[in-house]
């Protein structure tokens, strides 16, 4: 079983806030990108770090507003907003 990994939101500047949970970082990002305000036209950067390493997962991010499924419970909306990214790479930090 793997566990769940903490990755940290990080902004151009290099400041980090907020921290994201999941097993892979797309799981993290995914949780990111339905959150923000990016489009599938002008998707919006991504950048995760993963606690305790100098690795920062990089993403475009976007979300868009889909049909609920078929099978949804009662209280379900009939649109949601449907998360999605792209990996575009890894960079390596110097330090912390």
Do not use: C, Y
């Not at 990755?7 to 500047?13: G, M, N, T």
């Not at 002008?42 to 499924?69: Q, Y």
């Amino acid at each position: 079983m793997s566990e769940t990994r903490n990755f940290v939101l990080r902004d151009k500047k290099g400041n980090e806030h907020g921290v994201f949970t999941g097993k892979q970082p797309r799981q993290a990002a995914l949780k990111v990108a339905n959150r923000g305000k990016g489009t599938k036209s002008k998707p919006e950067d991504i950048r995760l770090r993963e606690r305790g390493t100098k690795k920062i997962h990089i993403f475009k991010g976007w979300r868009e507003m889909v049909n609920a499924p078929k099978n949804k419970p009662d209280w379900m909306p009939d649109k949601i907003n449907k998360p999605f990214v792209k990996k575009v790479g890894i960079e390596k930090l110097e330090k912390l």
